[in-house]
């Protein structure tokens, strides 16, 4: 079964993946893979531009988890959609010495429910689970995403709605 974890930059996707290789699942990061699909280097977003469709059409399917915020693109059995509050989220791309738009533009989309939304387009519901991470421990998030994968807790989405955050522009 393959299981994406996805979410936008910040919500901790690298580090639940990490604790779970660290427990013995295969995990592959989507930075190993768009590499030859990149068509374009944006050097002011600090960001690549992948072709999405051939990378998608050419992605091996593998039994375990796909980790990247393109990963719910995939033909994936489960779809983790990790979130974080966007305050902070904010506090966390900061270190990262990205431009400010680049970290405004992930604000904005994690109040918008950009990824969320375009799970939901590519996925049935029952095949997805939406994590809020801002106040859970990696460990506590791993464990969610295994029960989810084992089947023992049920998909679960659109109890999170940060919209207040864009009214007051944080």
């Not at 990378?55 to 059995?77: I, K, S, Y």
């Amino acid at each position: 079964m393959m299981t994406g974890i996805t979410g936008t930059p910040g919500t901790g996707k690298t580090s639940i993946a990490a604790e779970l290789e660290r427990r013995g699942h295969a995990v592959v990061r989507l930075t190993d893979t768009v590499r030859p699909y990149v068509i374009e280097e944006d050097c002011d977003r600090q960001t690549l531009v992948v072709d999405v469709d051939r990378w998608v059409e050419e992605f091996e399917p593998l039994d375990g988890f796909v980790e990247g915020h393109l990963a719910h693109l995939l033909p994936c059995d489960r779809v983790v959609v990790l979130r974080c509050r966007p305050d902070i989220l904010r506090k966390r791309l900061l270190p990262r010495n990205y431009p400010e738009e680049k970290v405004a533009e992930n604000v904005e989309a994690e109040a918008l429910d950009v990824i969320l939304i375009e799970t939901l387009e590519e996925h049935p519901d029952e095949h997805v689970l939406e994590v809020d991470t801002t106040d859970l421990s990696v460990d506590e998030c791993a464990d969610r995403i295994g029960r989810f994968v084992r089947g023992e807790l049920p998909p679960s989405y659109g109890s999170i709605d940060w919209s207040d955050y864009l009214e007051v522009g944080r």
